[in-house]
């Protein structure tokens, strides 16, 4: 981690919390940070609600002023019209979403999202103002076949191809094998491979971008593990899956510079 980038620490909750518990979290966790002081220019969190919570976290957000930010975790490709189930950019922006994940590896799994779809993904967010957290990462296969930045390098190249080097975009690196799974990356291996990002974000589109682009670390997260990956210079924050649903532990994650030496 740099000091000019600021740390993102993000919550993935995946298909977990009802818009009633959704509020009852995210208070619960400003109540916490808040009264274990939490420095907010040491570490930004932002939780990634279902679609159907998001109405409710922004009235909560507004009301409270809570210094939380919030997203989807996942857009359409289009803007509007018969896309029956899909979600535009354009409604996400008007509920004040800051955030969209985007290509997480369960999309590509389960849904068949492929780099250029993922990739008209992060240009219809950023068409609304929305900031993409392109997430990319490879299996257990990939690893064994191509190494560990192969894959990754290429989501990255193909998924932001076309995008000005003045957008703002975070990636989440999360190798498959590593989600969920309870064994995380190393941390060698993880900065390892957020640095091969970093250069192929240089390469694109030039210093000032790869110096102020967030590159996450995401798989099997945890308060006992965040510090180790902190003090990495190459990673800048976390998304978290499984230990977001905690408000203890995700608290925990987020005050991450309590506990990095
Ligand atoms: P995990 O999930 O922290 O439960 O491994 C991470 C993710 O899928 O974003």
Redesign the pocket.
């Known amino acids: 981690m740099v000091a000019a980038r600021v740390p993102l620490i993000a919550g ?1 909750w ?1 298909m977990n919390l009802d818009h009633l518990q959704a509020i009852a979290f995210v208070q619960k966790l400003a109540w916490t940070l808040d009264e274990a002081k939490h420095d907010t220019a040491a570490s930004e969190v932002a939780v990634f609600p279902p679609f159907t919570d998001l109405r409710s976290v922004q009235t909560l957000v507004e009301a409270e002023k809570f210094s939380i930010a919030y997203g989807a975790q996942d857009v359409s490709t289009h803007e509007s019209g018969a896309f029956t189930g899909e979600i535009s950019g354009s409604f996400l922006a008007s509920l004040a979403c800051s955030y969209v994940l985007v290509g ?3 999309r590509r799994q389960f849904h068949g999202e492929t780099n250029d779809v993922v990739g008209a993904k992060v240009r219809a967010a950023l068409s609304f103002g929305l900031v993409p957290i392109l ?1 990319v990462g490879e299996t257990a296969d990939d690893l064994e076949e191509f190494g560990a930045s192969a894959v990754p390098v290429a989501q990255v190249k193909a998924s932001l191809a076309g995008i000005s080097a003045d957008a703002e975009v975070v990636i ?1 690196y ?1 190798p498959v094998w ?4 309870g064994k995380a990356a190393t941390e060698e291996q993880a900065e390892l491979v957020c640095g091969a990002l970093r250069e192929t974000l240089r390469e694109n589109f030039g210093s000032e971008f790869a110096d102020r682009t967030r590159i996450l670390y ?4 945890k308060a006992s593990n965040i510090a180790a990956f902190m003090r990495q210079s190459n990673i800048d924050g976390a ?6 649903l905690d408000v203890a532990e995700f608290a925990s994650i987020v005050r991450f510079y309590k506990h990095v030496i």
Not at 178 to 181: L, P, R, W
């Open positions: 993935n995946k997480h590896s369960e997430c989440a999360e590593a989600i969920g799974s995401g798989g099997s997260v998304l978290v899956g499984g230990a977001s």
